[in-house]
């Protein structure tokens, strides 16, 4: 199993320019987060997903939209860049939501916004 | 609002010197706390859930423990591969995990 896997691993935008970061999961989970890291503070959730089309916000949403069409994937969008975008994004799954059960992460995209 | 705060922020080690992190925490109704380890470069990855005060839980060089109010993670002769960064999170709703900004530890041959 691959586990969680994210692309790309690293970008550069320009301010207003739009992506998407893509994770993908071969764990058949159905809780998927994504998460930002900024140096000095903690991992802190912008949204996730608790199954196939439904999302919801996290602590730090503005600026960022997800889907999930697809039980296994879980897309990231940045509609128009800004530099406090700057972040490494972390994508995670869990197979339940249980305190049981712990989160398994990607290897992170470093986004730079200029 | 949760609050979770880890020290020191860094700490060097000499290889076999023993010592401890520490993870305080602010919550209402804890439901548990995760530890994970972080190298450069890559995601977070799991270590230890514990659920009540008084609950301990080891691997290899590395003990956690949790109060009411904190938690420790002690690392026994650690050796260089133990170097890393290492992160506690809370747990007190379903879908919400406060993490602490983690504390980069170094060992020294």
């Known amino acids: 199993n691959a586990g969680v896997t994210q692309t790309p691993k690293f970008r550069v935008l320009k301010t207003g320019q739009s992506m998407t970061l893509l994770c993908a999961q071969d764990m058949n989970h159905e809780y998927m987060y994504w998460y930002r890291q900024d140096p000095g503070m903690g991992l802190r959730l912008i949204h996730y997903?608790?199954?196939?089309?439904?999302?919801a916000k996290g602590e730090v949403p503005d600026g960022y939209n997800v889907s999930r069409l697809k039980k296994q994937n879980f897309l990231l969008g940045l509609e128009s860049a800004a530099p406090s975008q700057t972040s490494v994004y972390f994508c995670a799954s869990r197979p339940f939501a249980g305190v049981d059960y712990e989160q398994y992460f990607g290897p992170g995209t470093r986004l730079t916004v200029t | 609002e949760d609050q979770v705060t880890q020290s020191p922020e860094a700490l060097r080690l000499q290889e076999g010197e023993s010592s401890s992190l520490n993870c305080s925490y602010t919550?209402?109704?804890?439901?548990?706390l995760f530890w994970y380890r972080q190298d450069p470069g890559k995601g977070p990855e799991f270590l230890f859930t514990?659920?009540?005060a008084g609950e301990e839980k080891e691997k290899e060089r590395l003990k956690a423990t949790l109060t009411k109010k904190e938690s420790f993670l002690h690392i026994t002769a650690p050796k260089p591969e133990d170097s890393a960064t290492y992160l506690c999170a809370v747990q007190v709703r379903a879908h919400k995990l406060s993490f602490g900004a983690g504390t980069t530890v170094t060992v020294r041959a």
């Open positions: 514990l659920y009540s």
């Open positions: 997903s608790v199954g196939e089309g439904t999302t």
């Open positions: 919550v209402s109704g804890l439901r548990g």
